[in-house]
């Protein structure tokens, strides 16, 4: 094990409380991440000694939080190895930075009998902005196929990219599978073609280092609160010269140069994007998740997570009728799972009786779960803060629940 894991834990208040008379064994971290005091205190202190509006006062206090908001966009751009700060756009979450791109790259750019291309394992954040656009510009969506094991189909896909293919939009990392895709040479096979990519970072910040820059996508999307970040602080990233060329997406204060009644001009971007007041202090407390990080390494993360992963499903194939649904080799440490006879959401419920906390339910992949089979999974996700002794309580409670139901 290459982390410090115990000190890490007990950076994390929420991981030594109990659940049900018992240590809190937290497994849904690809539903959102638990935070540490760091993050927490960062968010306390802005509140309590800095908080002003940004961009707005000349006084002091105004200055000093525009500065520290400011900040985090050059964090972020490091840490997802964008060499342009000006390429990060503050948002809510991956999903709004997908209904941004949808509206407002989309609206200019995709026409009737346009197709857009997207895989079968997309999260619906990654479908219904398309559908959508699709709707309203009378777009057609394909739809790249994934094997037995949730494995994308790349000969498929390419199949797929023609001459009417305007947009490929797919998942760095299944959120219900784990499945990483080839990212690099999925957004190669685009560009040759002429043809614009998003990428769905939701799953794949928290569990690797990312570089947007290598990966060469035009749009690139994650969520703060995945990456032990607040809830309300999410990322696009873009390329400077299609941001510059977008309309913008919301139109309100922050985001003009100047406003008349005949007619408004834009900030430049990445403001053009960023209409009202942000969540100022979960983007500050994102910037403490950041530095956190950064401070362990995402590489050890990484390396320490696959430990875990392998660890995992070692002890899993142990549990009676258990069946993992996603095999792939190139995976990220997300077990989904069926037992025979007892239906995911008691598989869940069971689990909360132990104290461990999975998620139970299509994770927000109807289409997927369709493909694979199955109405429904369980699934355990890690982080750098889970440990042996989680999977051993995970393992111990899915016994008990395969016995209840056998
Ligand atoms: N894409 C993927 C792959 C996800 O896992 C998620 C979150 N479950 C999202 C998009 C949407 O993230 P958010 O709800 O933070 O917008």
């Known amino acids: 094990m290459t982390l410090d ?68 966009r050059g964090k972020v751009a490091a840490f997802i190895g964008a060499a342009n700060e000006r390429e990060i756009i503050f948002v809510r979450n991956a999903t709004e930075a997908i209904n941004l791109v949808a509206r407002s790259w989309g609206e200019q750019n995709i026409s009737e009998g346009d197709e857009i291309v ?13 559908q959508m656009l699709a709707k309203r510009c009378g777009a057609v969506i394909r739809v790249a196929e994934i094997d037995d094991d949730g494995v994308l189909d790349v000969a498929h896909l390419t199949s797929l990219l023609g001459p009417k293919t305007k947009l490929l939009a797919f998942t760095h990392v299944s959120n219900a599978l784990g499945t990483i895709n080839p990212v690099t040479q999925l957004v190669a096979l685009a560009r040759d073609r002429g043809i614009t990519t998003l990428v769905d970072g939701a799953q794949a910040v928290p569990h690797q280092r990312v570089s947007v820059d290598e990966i060469g996508a035009d749009f690139y999307v994650f969520s703060g609160h995945k990456v032990v970040g607040p809830s309300g602080a999410g990322v696009l990233h873009g390329r400077m010269d299609l941001l510059e060329a977008m309309p913008p997406f919301l139109g309100g204060g922050d985001m003009i140069e100047s406003v008349s009644f005949e007619g408004t001009t834009f900030a430049p971007v990445p403001h053009k994007f960023e209409a009202g007041t942000p969540d100022i202090a979960s983007i500050i407390g994102f910037g403490a998740a950041i530095d956190y990080l950064e401070a362990i390494g995402m590489d050890e993360i990484a390396a320490y997570e696959h430990e875990l992963l392998v660890y995992a499903n070692e002890r899993l194939a142990a549990v009676p009728g258990i069946r993992i649904i996603g095999q792939a080799k190139e995976k990220a440490a997300v077990i989904s799972f069926v037992l025979d006879d007892a239906h995911p959401h008691d598989i869940g419920t069971c689990l909360d009786g132990e104290g ?33 002794e989680d999977i051993d309580r995970l393992v111990k409670a899915l016994v008990k629940t395969a016995d209840l139901f056998a």
């Open 118 to 130: 997207l895989t079968q394992m997309e999260h619906h954040a990654n479908i219904v902005p398309w």
């Open 356 to 388: 461990v906390a999975v998620r139970a339910g299509h994770h927000c992949a109807q289409p997927l779960m369709k493909r694979m089979g199955v109405p429904a999974t369980a699934r355990a996700s890690f982080a750098f803060y889970n440990t042996r």
């Open 5 to 72: 894991v115990e000190k890490i834990r007990s950076e994390f208040p929420i991981l030594s409380t109990e659940m049900r008379g018992q240590p809190l064994t937290y497994l849904d971290s690809g539903a959102s991440a638990q935070k540490p005091r760091v993050v927490i205190d960062a968010m306390a202190d802005f509140y309590s000694t800095h908080y002003a509006n940004i961009h707005r006062g000349v006084y002091h206090l105004s200055a000093e939080a525009t500065r520290q908001f400011e900040a985090v």
